[in-house]
């Protein structure tokens, strides 16, 4: 086969996965490559309506083009902006933002909201790690899944893992490829709380007395905790029976301490989450009378917030582990007007759905990237003066707001970006509706 031509172009825009998008004749996209820069790519993988091409070269660089902090950047897939300054890349997602909800809502709200910015570095408190043992090498390679292969990256360190974690990288590899069960550990998920580092292993088989000691030190050596996990998320358990202090983190403006479980779903970046909270408390304009309900509520983030505001918030969520540690932070935390409950909504509720009772003036919600599309109907009938939504994927939201505001009269109040995930192509935002 031929190897396609090199050709010059100038770069229009970004995809959703933040590559230089080229138009004029079949588009291309290209990895590396921003918007107004000349390049040199070339053609590499044809799919129906585009081309994937790598960039040659960079002719004429954009004044928004940084170089990236991270060495693995390009390879490594946990990042793919990088290379874009960091305001530049908020403004590129309230593009992104902004053109869903034209195109798939047509809507505009009626006052856009500052991105609500944090840090950019050593902000991700949460991650999923693969582990792989390279013969060839023999060696432990353990990071994020590269950018173009379902390969894990060969990582020394991690410029966008919390503390303690991204300078665990080295040491975990070096620590695993010492195990007799060195080619069983596929997998390490990563928490990190404000007292205390976890670290999930995932064992396909039992580590024997040698390779225990070895954790045992490291765990004592790195100053972290360490979990097995030989089977679903059920079997998670600490290396050694030792009663540890539940991982927690803290709201402080709200004086909250909300305890979690290290495979447990919490907000990636802490320092935004706190200020989204905060946001999200303001936005809604709570009084003492309000009763709140705080749909898909994980372990109470927003809904113990939200009951230090208001006379009462109700939590929804479907897993059950989710509402038992809501439960057990509501106690913790002193708060008798928070109630929570199971429910699965990606099914539409029943009226009689006992979390559907009682009327609410404020409804927030903040599904997982699918959307809420199931409960839009059931909000509507409790005609709350303001509904906030929490989003992580705009398609779905835009998709949303169409039904709210078009079928059921909310209006598009205000919307904003949320810098929850620097220097990855994940936009999360925020929309809030009232009710005319
Ligand atoms: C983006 S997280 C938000 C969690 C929480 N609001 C927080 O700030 O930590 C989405 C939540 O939706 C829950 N979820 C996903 N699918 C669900 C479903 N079908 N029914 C109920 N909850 C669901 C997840 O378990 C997760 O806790």
Partial sequence: MSVPAEEVAI?????HEGEGVVRGGKTA?????????????RRT????????????EVLEASPLRVTPRCAHFGICGGCVLQHLDPAAQLAAKETELREALARVARVEPRRWLAPLAGPVWGYRRRARLGAKYVYRKERVL????????????????????????????????ALIARLTIREQLPQIEVAVADNGTALVLRVLEAPGAADLALLREFAASHRVRVYLQPAGLASVRALDEAPAARLNYALPEFDLTLEFLPTDFIQVNGAVNAALVARA???LELTP????????????????????????????????GLIERARGNAVLNGLGNAVFHVADLAAEPADAAPWLKGGYSHVLLDPPRTGARAVLGAIARLAPARVLYIS??????????????????FTLEAAGVVDMFAHTAHVESLALLVRP
């Fill in 11 to 15: 770069v229009s825009a970004l995809t």
């Fill in 29 to 41: 996209f290209v990895a590396g490559a921003l918007p107004g820069e000349r390049i040199r790519f």
């Fill in 45 to 56: 993988r044809r799919h129906r309506q585009h081309d994937d091409a790598e960039l040659l």
């Fill in 142 to 173: 353990v990071g994020f899944r590269e950018r173009a292969a379902p390969y894990v990256a060969d990582l020394a360190g991690c410029e966008v893992l919390a503390s303690p974690a991204g300078a665990l990288i080295a040491p975990l590899a």
């Fill in 281 to 283: 408390v303001e936005l």
């Fill in 289 to 320: 009378a309000a009763r709140v309900l705080d749909l898909f509520c994980g372990l109470g983030n927003f809904t113990l917030a939200l009951a230090r505001r208001a006379g009462a918030a109700v939590g929804v969520e479907g897993e059950t």
């Fill in 392 to 409: 992580c994927h705009p398609g779905s939201l835009a998709r949303d707001l169409m039904e709210l505001v078009h079928q059921h009269g």
